[in-house]
């Protein structure tokens, strides 16, 4: 598995503390968020190479990199304008065919099982060409939310409406077969794209869900950045005590 965190982002809602920082290194309990993500993903075997997209204040990203201890799995892709997330994936993919993506929103604040995430990514429905990270959001309003069957394939997918039909949300964290990213290789992408908005509407029915019960949150108003700041820890120390 390969995994593309989109970091790019700057992060306008949460200034002032994105005109100094990008918004994936705001600090979390005293640590740039993105370390948390490297610290999912760098121990694990199965991941062999961790592709960061870049475009606002880079250079602080490549230092964050270069002090990290899984560096050796790091690599960075810089993008001039922003391509969107959708873009992002579809610039990427000479780099990530042939293998199983991991594509994750890197400005969300998570604790998840990447074992168990691959285990519903490989034991997902024949008709399946990717697995989606769910959630349950207190805010379905600002989220995308889902609508799935019995067997946990999204069939429905309303981004942010102002009365959505529950509280299940997409994590914007995806595992992605190479079937599914020869289907996204085949869009136009002259525009800037969304995974959200422009590539799940191509995947419905093809898509099963994972539930994070662990944490999951987007921290990109002051809002969430403060509730985060202090939920987040415990379960942290909790999280890291199991593993």
């Excluded at 019960?213 to 415990?234: C, E, K, S, V, W």
Aim: hydrophobic share 40%.
């Amino acid at each position: 598995m390969k995994a593309l965190l989109l970091a790019a982002g700057m992060g306008s809602r949460l200034r002032p503390i994105t005109e100094t920082l990008p918004k994936c290194l705001v600090p979390i309990a005293g640590r740039p968020l993105l370390e948390f993500w490297l610290e999912l993903l760098g121990p694990h075997e199965s991941c062999s190479e961790i592709i960061i997209n870049t475009h606002y204040m880079p250079e602080k990203v490549r230092e964050c990199v270069a002090q990290n201890p899984y560096r050796k799995k790091i690599s960075l892709a810089h993008e001039t304008a922003l391509l969107g997330t959708g873009g992002t994936l579809i610039q990427n993919l000479p780099r990530l065919k042939g293998t199983d993506t991991l594509v994750a929103h890197a400005d969300n604040l998570t604790l998840f099982d990447l074992t168990e995430f691959q285990r519903a990514f490989t034991l997902r429905p024949t008709n399946c060409v990717a697995t989606m990270m769910s959630f349950k959001t207190d805010s379905p309003q600002t989220c995308g939310i889902l609508e799935i069957d019995g067997h946990g394939v999204v069939h429905g997918f309303h981004e942010k409406i102002a009365d959505p039909p529950g509280d299940l949300a997409n994590g914007a964290v995806f595992l992605f077969g190479n079937e599914a990213l020869g289907i996204i290789g085949a869009i136009d992408s002259s525009p800037p794209l969304d995974i959200s908005r422009d590539i799940m509407p191509m995947l419905l029915g093809r898509i099963n869900t994972w539930k994070n019960d662990i944490y999951h949150r987007d921290i990109g108003n002051p809002t969430a950045l403060a509730a985060a700041q202090t939920d987040f820890p415990d379960i942290y120390l909790r999280f890291r005590g199991n593993l």
